[in-house]
């Protein structure tokens, strides 16, 4: 009995499933990228302020359970609009990357950065009570403070403000 049909067959099958394993893992992968671009910021690569918004409501409600203190820091660049007018909005984007990177380097994995609007950010600390928070608010100041970034030749440095709130 001739069975060439049954195996181009089965063989022309096996191609398609593993032609259609490779399409579901990249819509898999594409998916995980649009999830990822969806919670954050594209120029800081910080949390935008959705995430926040879609993250806030489980941290508190942990807080309350478990009983424990949440710091928020909120932070303002001081005269960042003078920083875009006189150098550009390219020196403007080195300030608010330099400040992100000032964030990973100065909290923790699990405190939530976010870049909460134009030179606005919020950094969500769970466990934190006010003589740790105002340590850490004065070390991102001071560290912030000093930075000089080099652009095009200029040395551009800023000043943050931060407002410390607690639950």
Do not use: W
């Not at 910021?41 to 508190?60: A, C, K, Q, S």
């Not at 939530?112 to 969500?124: A, D, P, S």
């Not at 608010?137 to 410390?164: C, P, Q, V």
């Amino acid at each position: 009995r001739d069975i060439s049909v049954r195996m181009e067959t089965e063989h022309a099958l096996r191609d398609a499933n593993e032609q259609l394993s490779h399409r579901v893992e990249e819509i898999e992968e594409l998916q995980a990228t649009l999830r990822e671009q969806a919670i954050r910021d594209p120029l800081t690569g910080l949390y935008n302020r959705r995430f926040l918004y879609e993250t806030m409501g489980r941290e508190l409600a942990r807080a309350r359970r478990e009983k424990y203190t949440i710091s928020f820091m909120m932070m303002d660049i001081d005269r960042f609009k003078q920083v875009n007018d006189t150098y550009g909005h390219d020196a403007g984007d080195l300030v608010l990357v330099a400040l992100a990177d000032l964030f990973r380097t100065h909290t923790r994995q699990g405190d939530i950065v976010c870049r909460y609007g134009g030179e606005e950010f919020l950094v969500v600390m769970a466990e934190v009570g006010e003589v740790d928070a105002k340590r850490r608010a004065e070390e991102i100041r001071h560290s912030f403070t000093t930075l000089r970034m080099d652009y095009n030749g200029d040395k551009i440095s800023a000043t943050i403000s931060i407002g410390i709130a607690f639950y």
